[in-house]
């Protein structure tokens, strides 16, 4: 069985819209683009770099994908396994792209997903792709969060957690700080919320 691995740069807010750069997402009026290259040191590189050279297909929804479609296959020589990875797509509006491999889903994604988890094959990693990251929680699909996170506060934008994500528990499986301040841990998911009193 396949896993969905969430990974993720989240500010300590919350949030986790364009991280990479100015123009990357500037939807809502989203001026903080790029949040993430000041923190950058030979921590969070060397995580980012293990997390990238994993065996993995991606799982995108589409403003994701729109982002990286003109990009990443330019620049294979920084990841050559995305080029390889099969993309699939939360979309109800794209159904074929020239950057292959590519499924592209639409309909009940939660069902389709759930499948695609069933099949043999590497896990899948989720970047970005807030809304399709918010459905799978709602749905108890996410099996880890890969999280590095941010010692700041961005006010808005798009988040990670939002109403509706079900109650689960999770445990730690890694962590490290970074010299910049910057938190990078992973999370599986472990069952129930557990409660009790002091």
Same mark, same amino acid.
């Not at 996410?142 to 808005?156: C, R």
């Not at 990078?184 to 002091?198: D, K, M, W």
């Given at each position: 069985?396949?896993?969905?691995?969430?990974?993720?740069?989240?500010?300590?807010?919350?949030?986790?819209?364009?991280?990479?750069?100015?123009?990357?997402?500037?939807?809502?009026?989203?001026?903080?683009?790029?949040?993430?290259?000041?923190?950058?040191?030979?921590?969070?590189?060397?995580?980012?770099?293990?997390?990238?050279?994993?065996?993995?297909?991606?799982?995108?929804?589409?403003?994701?994908?729109?982002?990286?479609?003109?990009?990443?296959?330019?620049?294979?020589?920084?990841?050559?396994?995305?080029?390889?990875?099969?993309?699939?797509?939360?979309?109800?509006?794209?159904?074929?792209?020239?950057?292959?491999?590519?499924?592209? *889903?639409?309909?009940?994604?939660?069902? #389709? =997903?759930?499948? &695609?988890?069933?099949?043999? /094959?590497?896990? %899948?990693?989720?970047? @970005?792709?807030?809304?399709?990251?918010?459905?799978?929680?709602?749905?108890? *699909?996410?099996?880890?969060?890969?999280? #590095? =996170?941010?010692? &700041?506060?961005?006010?808005? /934008?798009?988040? %990670?957690?939002?109403? @509706?994500?079900?109650?689960?528990?999770?445990?730690?499986?890694?962590?490290?700080?970074?010299?910049?301040?910057?938190?990078?841990?992973?999370?599986?998911?472990?069952?129930?919320?557990?409660?009790?009193?002091?």
């Amino acid at each position: 069985m396949r896993k969905v691995n969430v990974l993720e740069f989240v500010s300590l807010d919350g949030v986790i819209q364009a991280p990479g750069g100015p123009e990357e997402d500037t939807s809502g009026g989203f001026a903080w683009g790029g949040w993430i290259g000041p923190h950058s040191d030979p921590v969070s590189s060397t995580a980012i770099r293990k997390q990238m050279n994993m065996p993995f297909d991606l799982l995108l929804g589409r403003k994701t994908f729109d982002i990286w479609a003109p990009f990443w296959p330019k620049h294979t020589d920084i990841w050559p396994a995305v080029g390889t990875a099969t993309k699939y797509v939360a979309s109800n509006t794209i159904t074929s792209h020239e950057w292959q491999p590519s499924v592209f *889903l639409n309909g009940d994604i939660t069902e #389709k =997903i759930t499948k &695609i988890k069933q099949q043999e /094959g590497p896990d %899948l990693h989720l970047y @970005g792709s807030a809304n399709l990251v918010q459905t799978l929680l709602k749905h108890d *699909l996410v099996d880890a969060l890969w999280l #590095k =996170i941010f010692p &700041i506060t961005l006010g808005g /934008g798009k988040r %990670l957690f939002a109403d @509706g994500t079900i109650p689960a528990a999770f445990k730690v499986t890694e962590s490290t700080v970074t010299s910049k301040g910057v938190i990078i841990v992973n999370f599986e998911r472990a069952g129930a919320v557990p409660t009790g009193s002091l």
